[in-house]
């Protein structure tokens, strides 16, 4: 099942997709994300972070959270830095409260929002109606 990579927004500095939770969705979107970066002249080390916010943003989507995943990418610059933001939007936890997350290895999970607080200059999360949207800022100096 190809990933649907039509952007939903039509500002050119605003993308929008919603990734099917499939194995190598992350990976699909990844590659287009960084073309769109290069598209919009974000500097190479901030790309480089938010290729992994990216990723872990949309790997507890798919892993946590029931469908669909939808990511949001925005670049607001004017005379100061410019900030990327990132969300990434579920319809909610995928497992009741108090249920087991499913795996042994605690060594092997659970990092990717450590990840995402080290690198953003400002994240959170946001509850509404719909389920939970994720966010994180990173600014380019």
């Known amino acids: 099942m190809p990933v649907q990579l ?10 929008v997709f919603v990734l099917p939770p499939f194995a190598g969705a992350v990976s699909v979107v990844r590659r287009r994300v960084a ?48 900030v990327l933001r990132v969300e990434v939007t579920d319809a909610g936890p995928a497992r009741r409260p108090g249920q087991s997350p499913g795996w042994d290895d605690p060594d092997e999970h659970g990092r990717g929002e450590d990840i995402v607080h080290a690198l953003a200059d400002r994240h959170g999360l946001h509850a509404h109606a719909g389920g939970y949207t994720r966010w994180a800022d990173l600014v380019a100096a």
């Open 6 to 15: 039509n952007p939903l927004a039509r500002d050119a500095r605003e993308q």
């Open 35 to 82: 073309s769109i970066l290069a598209g919009w002249k974000v500097s190479p080390s901030v790309v480089e972070d938010t290729l992994l916010v990216v990723s872990e943003l949309l790997t507890n989507a798919i892993v946590h959270a029931l469908p669909p995943a939808v990511l949001r990418l925005s670049w607001a610059h004017g005379t100061g830095p410019g």
